[in-house]
């Protein structure tokens, strides 16, 4: 990926010296739960604290997220802890509950970037929004899928997107939950140079052990941040429990990333 970055993107004006860090639980599950992990993130290098509310569960009869209730915990961890806040939104209703409680960073899900009928809905709510919309990768391979949702977007005048690469589901047997397509994350920063990618290894392994070697490549391959999952309880957590860490192994994988730019 190294043509990219010809232009100051909104990762540039951010003024990091280190790739973009988003994390925090996959699911808001109580208020208590979402205060706890913020208060545990909020003097490391996380800038951007993540917890899906409304969750786009594979099938029914799991945890589908505490709705929008979890909007004015996360607007108490911006009041508590200074921190920003990102969640997925999956409609247009999402996204305008999302924006009348400032959540900063709004992300389309997996298997929302599959439907464009879905995009075009979430493009239209967020029309000329200075909100940060990152677009995960569809859940099957398909590069003019998630190259069509880009560009529903950029129609809509949103001046900070990015996508986050989060891996494919396969039938091949394979160790990762989703495998990750190096080849086709570099293709879609060749046709966008200057959209901000960011790696997802918690969606892209399923397994906690193995998060610091995704990392690792993704920041070889020059990708410009990562979003990890990150839970007081992994264990229990209420969805992705064998995926999640916790804050103190988050830390210490972003310690052996070695995340922080030398400074001459
Ligand atoms: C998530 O980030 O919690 C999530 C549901 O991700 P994905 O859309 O990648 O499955
Ligand atoms: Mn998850």
New binding site residues.
């Given amino acids: 990926m190294e043509n990219k970055k010809e232009m100051r993107t909104w990762l540039d004006d951010l003024g990091l010296d280190h790739p973009l860090v988003i994390a925090g639980p996959?699911s808001a599950e109580t208020e208590e739960q979402v205060l706890k992990i913020a208060h545990e993130l909020k003097d490391t290098d996380v800038n951007y604290y993540r917890a899906?509310i409304w969750?786009?569960r594979t099938r029914p009869g799991n945890f589908e997220g505490v709705g929008h209730l979890g909007l004015k915990w996360l607007q108490k961890v911006k009041e508590e802890t200074g921190m920003k806040t990102a969640t997925?939104v999956a409609n247009a209703a999402h996204v305008k509950l999302a924006l009348e409680h400032d959540i900063d960073l709004l992300?389309i899900?997996?298997?929302s970037t599959v439907s464009p009928f879905i995009v075009q809905e979430i493009a239209d709510a967020l029309e000329g929004t200075d909100k940060i919309v990152l677009v995960?990768n569809p859940v099957n391979p398909d590069l003019p899928l998630w190259l069509g949702a880009i560009e529903r977007l950029y129609s809509s005048n949103i001046k900070k997107l990015g996508v986050i690469h989060?891996g494919f589901s396969t039938y091949e047997k394979t160790k990762y939950r989703n495998k990750p397509k190096w080849q086709l994350a570099i293709e879609l920063q060749r046709r966008f140079p200057d959209l901000p990618i960011i790696n997802?290894p918690s969606?892209i392994t399923g397994k906690r052990d193995m998060i610091f070697d995704v990392s690792q490549t993704a920041l070889d391959l020059n990708f410009d941040g990562l979003?990890i999952?990150t839970h007081i309880d992994p264990d229990n957590a209420w969805s992705?429990a064998a995926q999640q860490v916790t804050p103190s192994t988050l830390v210490q994988i972003m310690e052996d990333l070695k995340i922080r730019k030398e400074t001459d």
């Fill in positions: 996959c899906g969750k786009p997925e992300w899900g997996a298997r995960k989060r997802d969606h979003m999952e992705d």
